[in-house]
């Protein structure tokens, strides 16, 4: 996670930007997070030591950004900033998680694999988040406490995760676009109680 206060600095989004940039371009050379330095890193985004862990408390940290932002361009490419929890939006969004939980498996190396698990929390996060904004937007003639609306985000983003994962390890010979298909109608039906999804 991001330490800065000011994220809005434009100066603190640029040294971000760069220290993203160079973490990315040093993962396709090394294949491993692994083998990469945060001295790397700092020396390839032109900053220093000190600078990174302004931004990062470790290269994990870093990662876990680089991953949020990678699902987070993906959705906004699939889902455009206005969108609502609809039955078509919920698709688009299943499709996205199943996309991009066939990125680790490029990246993630027998010798940094124990690794794999912090990226599959990031992608289980943003989707929680993405859910509950969406809930939250939801008219209702009735009170619902944020408690309702948090827990019902955080077990329908593991309804969709948890197969979007299997799927990821598994042959994959049941296609993406049939196990988002099978996925929406448990999470539709899951939603119910809370709302109405049309």
């Not at 790397?40 to 985004?45: D, F, Y």
Request: hydrophobic share 40%; aromatic share 10%.
């Amino acid at each position: 996670m991001s330490r800065v206060e000011n994220f809005n600095d434009p100066r603190v989004q640029r040294t971000r930007q760069l220290l993203l940039q160079a973490f990315k371009t040093l993962l396709q050379e090394k294949h491993t997070i692994h083998a990469i330095s945060i001295q790397e890193i700092a020396t390839r985004a032109t900053v220093n030591r000190a600078t990174f862990y302004a931004h990062f408390e470790d290269k994990y940290a870093l990662a876990e950004d680089c991953v949020r932002e990678k699902f987070q361009r993906s959705l906004a490419s699939k889902l455009p900033p206005t969108s609502t929890l609809q039955r078509e939006t919920l698709h688009s969004l299943i499709l996205a998680v199943f996309d991009v939980m066939t990125l680790p498996r490029r990246y993630y190396r027998p010798a940094n694999r124990q690794f794999e698990t912090f990226y599959e929390t990031a992608i289980q996060q943003e989707i929680k988040d993405f859910l509950l904004r969406w809930l939250q937007q939801v008219p209702s003639v009735l009170p619902r406490p944020v408690e309702t609306l948090e827990t019902t985000a955080q077990t329908i983003s593991w309804a969709i995760f948890g197969p979007a994962v299997q799927w990821s390890r598994g042959d994959q010979s049941i296609s993406k676009e049939v196990m988002a298909h099978d996925v929406l109608a448990v999470v539709v039906a899951g939603l119910s109680p809370v709302v109405t999804v049309t």
